[in-house]
């Protein structure tokens, strides 16, 4: 995951942000990538949470800060 956290990272550093709108095909193929990334921390997510639970139990989802986390930024994105 960290690997992907960092393409993820890297994909970002590449947006044209002169272009907010993504008119260019260059952001509209940055953007799709980035879908992409935001599917792969959605799926990791739920499988965590199926793994471990959501709430009850003691290795939970969200008994972990970091989790919490991690929760709010795949909810945001």
């Known amino acids: ?3 992907v956290i960092l393409a993820n990272s890297i994909c ?3 947006y044209d942000y002169n272009d907010r709108d993504s008119l260019t095909d260059y952001n ?4 799709k990538v980035n ?4 599917a792969i921390f ?3 997510a739920v499988l965590r ?5 959501f709430i009850m139990g003691k290795n939970a ?3 972990s800060g970091w989790n919490i986390i ?3 930024v795949v909810v945001s994105g």
Request: glycine share 4%; charged share 20%.
């Open 1 to 3: 995951m960290i690997l």
């Open 12 to 14: 970002l550093a590449f």
């Open 28 to 31: 509209k193929r940055v953007d």
């Open 35 to 38: 879908l992409v990334f935001t």
């Open 42 to 44: 959605i799926i990791e």
């Open 49 to 53: 949470i199926i793994a471990h639970g």
């Open 61 to 63: 989802y969200l008994r």
């Open 70 to 72: 991690d929760a709010a």
